[in-house]
């Protein structure tokens, strides 16, 4: 049967055996092939692939991993990367650098899945990154995974194999990214743990400073670093740590806390020293007076220290018997030397409450010696308020004049209008509540109360000056002008007569005659009556001048007690 078919082969005979010799050919491009260098001219080497037909490869593609050129000849053996069959020519279209790219690409992929570092070599630079030769392979280096921190020049990194970790691969696209910095950062993590597990806490070990921050200093404890704050570098108060350590410097340090979770070393100087709070309450007892030095002024009041590492506060309200609502730095500076007075120690909070104010003297127990209750002071109005005045004292200590103690007849607001801000007035002194920091004050009490003692009685007559008229009276004033007395003589009382019960016959101003008919000295009110006075004066003439039986008139009775008046008078 086969040797008709090749005797007399058929269209279809002739079909079958070219793609008997041609199959899997579109299977092959794209692919690695096995090849055979069957000659070499001139910079070619010419290859064959076993496809019937030959293809040309440059000799500079045939290099090692370390782009060193290889030496071929004729008869050798290697693997190239088919891309076409047949090309114009008739000549297969082969690459041997795309070949040595996609074994890489494979080698590759398999470190990829088993998690594994690969070796390269930083080649060139790009736009964010770094271009990296991983053996055929070209793969991105982004700037931030260069290293641990921040390198300013990678020119020593250039060229220099070493290992980095895959990042991400697409081979599709044809994309790598690696990472030098996770390569490091496993390194550290391995040395550091083993570091860590030969440290011990409260040991002391010596280390030098290698970076200083706002709340401490990064200490080099021979590969691995610990932090040491701020508050434990020194018993006393450190602002700055740059005070105390300079970059560069070697201490000796006490391992205060290791975390093992975090790996992060906690370290400490002051814990090398002896604890100044030791024995702080048996070295500042309540009550007695030391000098210290302000150490920082905050809004609620300033530290004092009193010895290197022992600080005390002086509470905004402890600062001044007279100045409050002060700020305190008005009151005193940084770095000023003051004596305070110990109020309260609390070793095992280490706080010591201290009084600025109680090392001084007492302005309220100097101002009851020289001025004792009873006694007159002088000063100037410093306020009014709805209450009170505010009198400036000795020692810029103020008392308070309240609206009752004013005047002892005209009302609280009438009388503080009299006053003005700056008027200088004299009072007396009712009463000093040293504790609560308050002295009371009186004005009234300076002229003596009117309705104590003899000075007004009952059926009383006094002169009146009228100092308004109303519908329904008069209102009068009578007595000492420094201390005078006020009444209001109501209409039914302006006379005898009803026809002259008339208060527009008064005006302001004019002086009349009355009869105290009535003395209220807890409500503080006096009732006058003209019309009483009247009265009076009638029943006198008559017994005096004569009466109704002896035939004279009344108008001739009241005649003669005004002509006899008129001559007292």
């Not at 692939?49 to 500079?60: I, M, N, W, Y």
């Not at 690969?118 to 793969?139: E, H, M, P, Q």
């Not at 059926?459 to 100092?467: C, E, F, K, L, S």
């Amino acid at each position: 049967m086969a040797d008709d078919m090749s005797l007399n082969p058929s269209r279809d005979d002739f079909s079958a055996l070219l793609e008997e010799s041609l199959g899997g050919r579109d299977l092959m491009e794209g692919q690695v092939v096995h090849g055979k260098v069957v000659a070499i001219e001139k910079d070619f080497a010419i290859i064959d692939v076993g496809l019937k037909t030959e293809g040309r490869v440059s000799l500079k593609e045939f290099s090692d991993e370390n782009g060193q050129q290889i030496e071929i000849k004729a008869g050798d053996n290697v693997e190239v990367f088919l891309e076409r069959v047949e090309n114009a020519l008739g000549e297969a279209v082969i690459s041997r650098e795309k070949a040595r790219r996609e074994e890489a690409w494979t080698r590759l992929e398999a470190i990829y899945e088993r998690n594994e570092p690969v070796n390269g070599s930083i080649v060139g630079r790009v736009k964010g990154g770094f271009t990296v030769d991983l053996g055929g392979a070209s793969a991105f280096l982004p700037g931030s995974q260069v290293d641990i921190r921040p390198v300013r020049d990678v020119g020593p990194l250039m060229g220099r194999e070493q290992p980095f970790a895959i990042l991400k691969m697409d081979r599709p696209r044809g994309n790598i990214v690696v990472s030098r910095r996770a390569i490091l950062e496993e390194a550290r993590a391995e040395q550091r743990t083993e570091l860590v597990s030969q440290l011990q806490e409260g040991e002391v070990r010596e280390g030098v400073v290698k970076n200083i921050t706002d709340y401490g200093a990064f200490v080099d404890l021979g590969g691995i670093d610990g932090l040491l704050h701020v508050t434990d570098m020194s018993w006393k108060r450190v602002s700055h740590p740059s005070q105390v350590l300079a970059v560069g410097d070697t201490v000796k340090v006490q391992i205060v806390k290791i975390n093992p979770d975090t790996q992060r070393i906690s370290l400490g100087m002051k814990q090398l020293q002896s604890d100044p709070w030791d024995g702080v309450e048996a070295k500042y007892p309540v009550g007695a007076k030391f000098t210290g030095r302000i150490t920082n002024i905050t809004d609620y009041g300033a530290f004092v220290e009193l010895e290197a590492g022992v600080e005390g506060l002086v509470h905004v309200s402890e600062m001044s018997w007279t100045k409050k609502n002060v700020h305190p730095g008005k009151i005193v500076s940084t770095s000023q030397e003051v004596e305070v007075v110990v109020l309260d120690v609390d070793a095992s909070k280490r706080r010591i409450s201290l009084g600025l104010k109680q090392a001084m003297a007492n302005p309220w127990d100097a101002f009851v010696e020289a001025h004792p209750v009873g006694s007159t002071v002088e000063g100037e109005v410093k306020n009014a308020t709805e209450f009170g005045l505010f009198i400036g004292l000795d020692n810029d200590i103020d008392g308070m004049v309240h609206l009752s103690d004013l005047d002892w007849t005209a009302p609280g607001e009438e009388a503080i209008a009299r006053y003005t801000k700056g008027e200088m007035v004299k009072a007396r002194v009712l009463d000093v509540d040293v504790e609560k920091e308050r002295i009371s004050l009186g004005i009234k009490q300076l002229a003596g109360d009117p309705l104590q003692g003899d000075s007004f009685r009952k059926g009383q007559t006094v002169t009146a000056t009228v100092t308004e008229v109303t519908s329904g009276g008069i209102e009068v004033k009578f007595g000492e002008d420094e201390a005078p007395m006020t009444a209001f003589i109501r209409k039914s009382d302006l006379s005898r007569d009803r026809a002259d019960q008339r208060p527009e016959r008064f005006a302001v101003g004019d002086r009349v005659d009355a009869q105290i008919t009535n003395i209220d000295k807890a409500a503080r009110r006096m009732s006058l009556s003209i019309k009483a006075l009247e009265m009076v004066e009638e029943k006198e003439a008559i017994e005096k001048f004569g009466s109704s039986d002896s035939g004279a008139s009344l108008g001739d009775i009241l005649g003669a007690a005004l002509r006899e008046k008129a001559k007292k008078d």
